[in-house]
């Protein structure tokens, strides 16, 4: 419980403080554009929308909206909403060869949402909510009931201004079969002020967006602090969206990129509603060895900043400036790496954390499902909360949880375990697990297969069922020293995650999600089933008619007793022959 | 019911079974016979169609053009593999990574629990190497396979090739929906048994290898590929698995639907399609390909790397590029374009395959015969035993009710005891059982005592504790008193012929072929042996018909069908070799033929030897 503790104080105890310098009252639009090239020589390209509305949604009844969408701001007095997270995303970030994502989140859709305390029926409200999400983003987030919602108890708290700490206001559930594309983005462009006709959301062309290996949109709605002594709240919404182009791929084996090459169009303006309107480019890693790339057109404007632990070097295009633009005003920032080629990025370093999941065994009845948390950590040990959603169908055999570390037992010093009911809510299992450095340890449970009623299964079976990926919160240390005063301004790569200090930062990861086949029966079945009951009731009924019907007569040897006088008098009475 | 209830007509019935009991037998065993033969016959059998929608058609462009890459890849393997005596681990390593893919091995170490003398190996150590192409539209769930095994020698260095060639092919391209795993094997089935059970992290057999760190969710299909040449005249397709599975149907007709489309020559079995099917020479021909089929089935053998793939419902086949003096040759880049529309067409897949026939037999590529049809075969023979079950117990009955009444002879023998009928059908089995675990825990002392090396004592003892069996109701009987009835051998033989017909239905439905092998041997003589009458020949029938026998006469039958003959003393090394084999399939992969043999057939036909030699 400690433990739990521990990351829960570490997320809501540094209260977020939004910083701004315009004054309070206005709304505030900003948008960022980050470009990070990953370790494998593919290229992540974040996008950040800032939108803040200087007026409290709980409070007042907020009838004018300037520059936040009107949709999201009734929808958050209607449901009394304190904070609502939702993603979509397609693909996978993979952490082993990418290195840790800035924001992750799990493949298909993932909602969470904290209710203000005078919601009475959080259920019901959770369940209006998630439908309009679903009109409002063209998802299917109206699968999402009772039997893929859990209520976690430490792995999610408030990333606001909050003083809630009941978690049964909170509501998660996410849907991992759910497929992402052109029709979830267009409805999430329509909340920026600018649309997609100016700024940096003009680079967001579906037909390039979907071309990549990973693409996640997310929405993020919190209250902020408005001024620095939290005397009022604004409202913030914060849309993200990440996406990985396959730099092997598509640019046969160079590494050189540029925004025309990954866009098909270069940035001719910033949003005029904006604020705020940058360009970052992730240029560490230039200061070991001088000048193994060049950056086109070169910027005098460098920042330095810790993310992750590692401290990093941002080359910065601000769009507000008129400078920045060529003389064709277009900018079209392009990277070209001089010399060495790709073929020397050799195997990439693995990250200090990460994790992958499989399930293990053969055959339709049990299996196991593991999950491998790796610490490479040199020297520290962390403790992780492990959040493991299982649907009804995988019964779950709690007594075979097994942790092993190194060949021994590791005991967790947290359990959360809510069993499923067979139709009605999912397993949740919650573990705060001491992970030593420089491990792997193994998380197995063991599962069987339930059988469904065959109305339950979906159109197409032997496709298997999902599981949703397990969530795992964590509080890295990091190996140096980051001041945390560098990060106000800075707020993209600081990301949603407020950091407790200087020595360690947080970190939520997913894992994959598995695939599970489940017993399924031959759908022709009902019919050969009607055919051989019919033919057996035929049959065995014929026969047992004809049994019960006839009279058997037993052949009369010694001439009968006193039985069969008396049964002949009786039979006599009755009107029937006589034995 | 009727016909039961009425006693009148019971006894017409039973006088029915027990009076043309013979001839019914005959008819059934004839008609059996000729319902399989009818098997191969081209008017009876089914047109094998793709049931599968969403690998409808052959509709994909391929594009691959990168032969002559695959072919300079396999050079360089060639030249790594022969410096490194083995799978060249660190090259394989660094060019996978190359071409852009998570590359991971995996070492594994097995000690065989006696040496196999055919392939020389005893430890087997060895590394599989293999890169898994992340698929951009998804989060790993889903997989597919293209394996190659790293074979010893010159083999295999161009499938090697070819596998490269296609990863950095598939690399460039944006469709792929599933991971694609790239595999090379070393040590060919032992390797993908390692590398499978690593993969599903179980462990079935006893098999030490290190921990699996990559993985790419379920696998949907898997793709085994051995090719030994630059050109190849065409392809052969092996299906037949671990314990006779197959895979789905729907594997094998995508495989032949683009062999079609590349007119590319493609054979099962070896054989070649014929056109002349209506023809008697092309009935012959379909017969033989089926009956090579079936006792390649029947031995339970996985006949390439594929075969292991099935325990963990992946659907998978092997392809053998062969290359013979055929005038036209491919080149890799057919090769290449035909496995490519496989995996495109693997990867459109949104459910398993499961739409088409798991069960069926294969008298030509184009023709499937379905578990449907290939039955009744099998039903006609458990017919006869049920047929001589019944009037076996028809005929007990009879003096039973004779006995009780007590009116008719009263030097009717009296009823056998449980303990006479208990005893020979323990032995029986205490036998099997010693056939099972002797062999190989007396390996040991068997060297020392006896100039063998470990494989001929296995093989050696496994033999004579097989022939000691027949010494032993002569020894059984003469301790028993008052089990020499005749009552007594007809309740022997009913237990033995009802247990036998349990086996055979019971085995015919897992592994067709194994069951009607058997069935087609021992049911004609199991149906006629009894201690009166000509005692010699029965025991000599029996004797022919012993499942050793079947196995000696299966090899030479297989060598004759493949046309490639052998003497008789050949086919004995042959077979001492297979028994050998046989049993190291059971430690290595898990194949359950010898238990099943030696827990079974084995103790049931010990029965029915009993029953000749019952006094």
Redesign the interface.
Known sequence: MAGAVLVAAALWASVWAGQCAEPPGSDVFREELLLTPLRSGDIAATFQFRTRLDADLRKEKVSHYRIFPKVLGQLISKYSIQELHLSFT???W?T??WGPPLLQAP?GAELWVWFQDSVTDVNKSWKELSNILSGIFCASLNFIDSTNTVTPTASFKPLGVANITDHHLLRYATL?REIVCTENLTPWKKLLPCGSKAGLASLLRAERLY????HSQSVHIRPICQNADCSSVSWELRQALTVVF?M??SG?GKRDWSIFKMFSRTVTESCPLASQSKIYVDVSGSGKEVDLFELNPPTSLERQVVVHGDRRVYAEYDLSQQGTFSTSRNLNVALKWKGRTA?SA??PQSPLFHA?R???????QSG?I?T?VFNNHPYRAYPVMLLETVPWYLRLYVHTLTITTRGKENKPSYIHYEPAKDRQRPHLLEMLIQLPPNS?TKISIQFERALLKWTEYPP?????F?ISPSVLSVLIPSVINQKTDELEESTLFSTLFPSSDGSSYFMRLYT??????LP?PDFSMPYNVICLTCTVVAVGY???Y??LT?TFQVEDRKGGGLAKTIANLIRRLRGVPPL | MGLLSDPNRRQALSRVVTQLNTPLCIISYLVGTMWFLGLAFQPFTLRSYISENSMGSTMVEEQFVSGERGLSYAREFAAHKKSAGGSPVAWLERTMRGLGLEVYSQSFVRTLPFPDETTERFMVKGTNVYGILRAPRAASTESLVLSVPCSEGQNNNQAVGLLLALASYFRGQIYWAKDIIFLVNEHDLIGMEAWLEGYHDVNVTEIKSSVMLGRAGAIQAAVSLEMSSDVITSFDLVVEGLNGQLPNLDLVNLFYAFCQKNTLLCTIQGKLQRTDFDTFPGYLHSLQTMLIMMLKQGSGRPQGDHGLFLRYHIEAITLRGINSFRQYKYDMNTVGKTLEGMFRKLNNLSERLHQSYFFYLLPCLSRFVSIGIYMPAIGFFILILILRSLDLWIKLRRSDGTAEDGVMDTEQDPRPGILSLATPIVICHATGLSLYYLPVMSQEMATDHFPVSESEAVVLTAIAIYVAGLALPHNTHRVLSGAGSDQGWMTLKLISLLYLAVLLGCISLINFSLGFLLAVTIVPVAAIVQPTGPRALYALLLVLITPATTLLGSIFLYRELIEYPVSLLECWQLFLQAIAGGMLDHYLYGSLLFPFIAFFVYPCWLQLWNVVFWK
Do not use: C, W
């Open positions: 397609q693909g996978f993979r082993k060869a493949t991992p071309h990549s290996s990973y396959d092997y791929s046969q073929e050799g195997q992958e499989y399930v293990s065994g053969y055959g339709l196991v593991n491998m792997i197409d079976p032997n496709h298997g999902y994959e999600p598995l695939l599970v086949n399924t014929g026969s047992f004809n049994l006839r």
